[in-house]
């Protein structure tokens, strides 16, 4: 065969579509580097999304690809991420030590809010990502519980609070500022959503790539002003399957157009019980309501979590199922959501300003 062509490998690569991108690697400018030494091809791809889940699969897939339309006797591929900052609305300042905030919302409550939220940071940190979360359930947070994140949070210089750390993941919650988790604090609307900004903007967060913030339930005052004051880069409904909470998922996707957030997908949950007994499932809060909203929005349907008893116990005892149960078909699927949700951020126009390389000005 004759030598390889630069040309027939970039159109080998243009023939693949990447998993969750869904862009081939030269349209999507993903290719970094490219060199081939007569059978030997090196291939060094950056995404923009967390691989440590799927760079295998890609580089299998495109190992086999080259090697079926080249003479190339070896291929090493090398698949890396880089996390960019994306726009956020106008007329708000990005938070220090943080590229991009993923709101979790519903108009209704005990959706599953936090428990997906939990379970979305945990996975996307598995999968390589820098994640840290914020409750903003002033009146009733639970990340401290579900993440097994109790203590209060330390302020070193009086000013700024360093967030907790757990299962590798940055966290604040209201239930960290006080002595005790379940100390109850009082808060009139417009004091709690300054409390809450005040704790989300002083914050050591650490180099994050993504901050979940937890909203509160409903569509009400403070969500609308937390989603004006903070510089949200998608936000992402959970809703369970029946009509009802429909409506008010509905009321959420609202909300956020009203405040110029942009929706990144929907995840209902709780859309069939598996039964922890025989493994069947009943659709107990009916079906395809979140197909439904996804087709009749136009908003990406995210994933479909169970009701699974098991989800409930892992939260309850502070390690969410995601860590305690890696290999689970559930971990499978929060994992899938935390993919989707990161393509969908990494389709959003980036923040340029943001991503420009520091100028340091030395005297030499
Ligand atoms: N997929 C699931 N399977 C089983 N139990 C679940 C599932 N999702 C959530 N739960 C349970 O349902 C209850 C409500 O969930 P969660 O607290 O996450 O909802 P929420 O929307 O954050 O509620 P709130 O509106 O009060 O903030 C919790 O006890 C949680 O453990
Ligand atoms: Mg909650």
Redesign the pocket.
């Known amino acids: 065969m004759s030598e390889i062509s630069k040309d027939l490998v970039n159109s080998i690569l243009s023939s693949y579509t990447v998993p969750y991108l869904e862009i081939d690697p030269i349209s999507g400018n993903l290719v970094k580097d490219l060199s081939i030494s007569e059978n030997l091809i090196k291939l060094e791809l950056e995404l923009g999304i967390p691989v440590e889940g799927i760079q295998h699969v890609i580089s299998k897939d495109l190992n086999a690809l080259i090697k079926q339309y080249t003479s190339a006797t070896d291929v090493i591929i090398n698949i890396s991420s880089k996390i960019r900052a994306h726009a956020f609305q106008k007329n708000v300042n990005a938070l220090k030590g943080v590229k991009n905030v993923i709101a979790v919302g519903?108009g209704k409550?005990?959706?599953?809010?936090?428990?997906?939220s939990v379970n979305l940071a945990l996975a996307l940190h598995k999968e390589g990502a820098k994640v840290g979360m914020m409750d903003a359930?002033i009146y009733?947070p639970?990340l401290p519980t579900m993440l097994g994140a109790h203590g209060k949070a330390e302020s070193k210089d009086g000013k700024t609070v360093d967030p907790l750390q757990s299962h590798g993941i940055q966290s604040i919650s209201m239930g960290n500022m006080t002595d005790s988790d379940d100390t109850p604090v009082i808060w009139r609307g417009p004091m709690a959503t300054s409390a809450m900004q005040q704790l989300i903007n002083d914050a050591n967060w650490d180099n994050l790539d993504y901050l979940i913030i937890?909203l509160?339930?409903g569509t009400g005052d403070i969500q609308l002003t937390l989603c004006q004051k903070i510089p949200v880069t998608g936000a992402v409904i959970?809703t369970t399957p029946q009509d009802i909470a429909l409506i008010d998922a509905n009321k959420a996707l609202k909300m956020f157009e009203q405040v110029s957030v942009s929706v990144l997908g929907i995840v209902e949950?709780?859309s069939t019980h598996v039964c922890s007994n025989c493994g069947h499932e009943e659709a107990i809060f009916g079906t395809g309501g979140g197909e439904t909203m996804s087709e009749r929005y136009d908003v990406p349907l995210l994933g479909q979590?169970?009701?699974?008893?098991q989800?409930?116990e892992a939260?309850?005892n502070g390690e969410p199922t995601v860590v305690s149960d890696p290999n689970s078909p559930i971990t499978a699927t929060f994992l899938e959501v935390a993919r989707q949700v990161a393509a969908q951020v990494s389709r959003k126009p980036k923040n340029l300003a943001l991503n420009m390389p520091k100028i340091v000005i030395e005297n030499k």
């Open positions: 519903s409550g005990g959706v599953g809010k936090s428990t997906l359930d009733g639970s937890d509160p339930p959970v949950n709780m979590i169970p009701l699974a008893a989800v409930r939260v309850d």
